[in-house]
Every structure is written in structure tokens, then in C-alpha cells.
Nanobody, 123 residues
Framework: QVQLVESGGGSVQAGGSLRLSCLAS????????MGWFRQAPGKEREGVGQ???????TYADVGQGRFTISKDNANNTLYLQMNSLKPEDTAMYYC?????????????????WGQGTQVTVSS
């Protein structure tokens, strides 16, 4: 059974940084796609970025130049480092995984996702 558990969310002021973590169990992080998407109240799911089985990262426009995705295969943990945060980054952030493809950055549904961690950025 695949389980994804996010942590690291919180409240920061604009310009600040946060690092989100996602602990995966029951899933081969080293060889499959994992990533992050976000959803704000009243808005659609929005892809943030992903890392594929070859370690190649892809970012949506929202994260380009500010967000960095990395993973620690030994500890089955995915990270999202977010810098220069803006109020419009406020959302619930979800860790996602998909063994059949890599749709996360496009905001498309994936096979697995966690419960989310809230990020709030104040101006």
C-alpha cells in the first residue's frame, strides 16, 4: 500500500522560504515519478514540479527559478525547497506519485497523493 506523508508547511512572510518533505512508503521512489501539486481554495489543481525515475526535474512556470525538487532515495523522501515565496503561493501542497507516467507537473491526476500540507504566505 502506497502512503505519502507531507510535512514542513507553515506560515511565512513574502520573500521567505520553506522546505516541504514527503515521506513515501510502499513506493519505489528511485525508479518512478514523484512531484508536487498545489490547490488553493476555489481554484483548480496546479502542477508545481516533478522528478522522474532518471532524476530529471521539470517545473511548472509557478516554480521556475524559485522552487527546487530533490529526493533522498535512501530515506524515501521527496523535498520541495521554496524560496522567494509570494502571497499567491498560498495553497495546500500535495506530494504525488505515479508509476505509469509523469503527469504531475501538468496538473493532471496521478495514481497516488498525500493529505497535503498548508503553506500560507503573508504580504
Amino acid at each position: 500500500q502506497v502512503q505519502l506523508v507531507e510535512s514542513g508547511g507553515g506560515s511565512v512572510q513574502a520573500g521567505g522560504s520553506l522546505r516541504l518533505s514527503c515521506l513515501a512508503s510502499g513506493y519505489s521512489e528511485s525508479s518512478n515519478c514523484m512531484g508536487w501539486f498545489r490547490q488553493a481554495p476555489g481554484k483548480e489543481r496546479e502542477g508545481v514540479g516533478q522528478i522522474d525515475g532518471d532524476g530529471i526535474t521539470t517545473y511548472a512556470d509557478v516554480g521556475q527559478g524559485r522552487f527546487t525538487i530533490s529526493k533522498d532515495n535512501a530515506n524515501n523522501t521527496l523535498y520541495l525547497q521554496m524560496n522567494s515565496l509570494k502571497p499567491e503561493d498560498t495553497a495546500m501542497y500535495y506530494c504525488a506519485a505515479d508509476p505509469f507516467g509523469c503527469p504531475i507537473v501538468y496538473g493532471l491526476p496521478s495514481s497516488y497523493w498525500g493529505q497535503g500540507t498548508q503553506v500560507t504566505v503573508s504580504s
